[in-house]
T-cell receptor
Framework: TQLLEQSPQFLSIQEGENLTVYCNSSSVFSSLQWYRQEPGEGPVLLVTVVTGGEVKKLKRLTFQFGDARKDSSLHITAAQPGDTGLYLCAGVPNSGNTGKLIFGQGTTLQVKP | DTGVSQDPRHKITKRGQNVTFRCDPISEHNRLYWYRQTLGQGPEFLTYFQNEAQLEKSRLLSDRFSAERPKGSFSTLEIQRTEQGDSAMYLC???????????????FGPGTRLTVL
């Protein structure tokens, strides 16, 4: 069974600080997606990374896919209260023709003004 | 198109009752997924359809759960004889066929929050 481990599970920081969320697995994924979820709503897709070593930037968010496609990170620069939410990584298994996404358990981020 | 929609948004039921949820995917998407999410956890895959065919089911989907997508458009998820452990957020997602998106990017609805008393 492929698993994705996210760390940390909870993060409470002050506005303006930087942070990094990690998503790790012992398995290879063909691609990996990052989502953000607000309370009572569904996850919203932020980015997809596909190639080992790939780096994508979305304003103050930087996403990286590990060289071996087993891990990923999300770095937020100068966090703002609007960044508060649950961040989820989700991988597409590398084996077989499956439709499912494997999700990490999520990182709850709170940014205090 | 306004995205994936789900109905109802909230459902409170008593243990033992049956419940049915509906999902309307993005119109041009032929793949539809159901996930379950409990508080503080990531979503867990339940099942998915390509058009009207149910192609994969998780072991989480017990005999009390059944999903349909009869015309390849909207889908329903029914839970029979609900138990307190069924309380969760039920999320629906859709995606284009793999030919149009090799990365299986899925777009989620707002979810149905089920509470079983």
């Amino acid at each position: 069974t492929q698993l994705l481990e996210q760390s940390p599970q909870f993060l409470s920081i002050q506005e303006g600080e930087n942070l990094t969320v990690y998503c790790n697995s012992s398995s290879v994924f063909s691609s990996l997606q990052w989502y953000r979820q607000e309370p009572g709503e569904g996850p919203v897709l932020l980015v997809t990374v596909v190639t080992g070593g790939e780096v994508k930037k979305l304003k103050r968010l930087t996403f990286q896919f590990g060289d071996a496609r087993k891990d990923s990170s999300l770095h937020i620069t100068a966090a703002q209260p609007g960044d508060t939410g649950l961040y989820l990584c989700a991988g597409v298994p590398n084996s077989g023709n499956t439709g499912k996404l494997i999700f990490g358990q999520g990182t709850t981020l709170q940014v205090k003004p | 198109d306004t995205g994936v929609s789900q109905d109802p948004r909230h459902k409170i039921t008593k243990r033992g009752q049956n419940v049915t949820f509906r999902c309307d995917p993005i119109s041009e998407h032929n793949r539809l997924y159901w996930y379950r999410q409990t508080l503080g956890q990531g979503p867990e895959f339940l099942t998915y359809f390509q058009n009207e065919a149910q192609l994969e089911k998780s072991r989480l989907l017990s005999d009390r759960f059944s999903a349909e997508r009869p015309k390849g458009s909207f889908s329903t998820l029914e839970i029979q004889r609900t138990e307190q452990g069924d309380s969760a957020m039920y999320l629906c997602a859709s995606s284009p066929s793999l030919g149009r998106s090799s990365y299986n990017e899925q777009f989620f609805g707002p979810g149905t929050r089920l509470t079983v008393l």
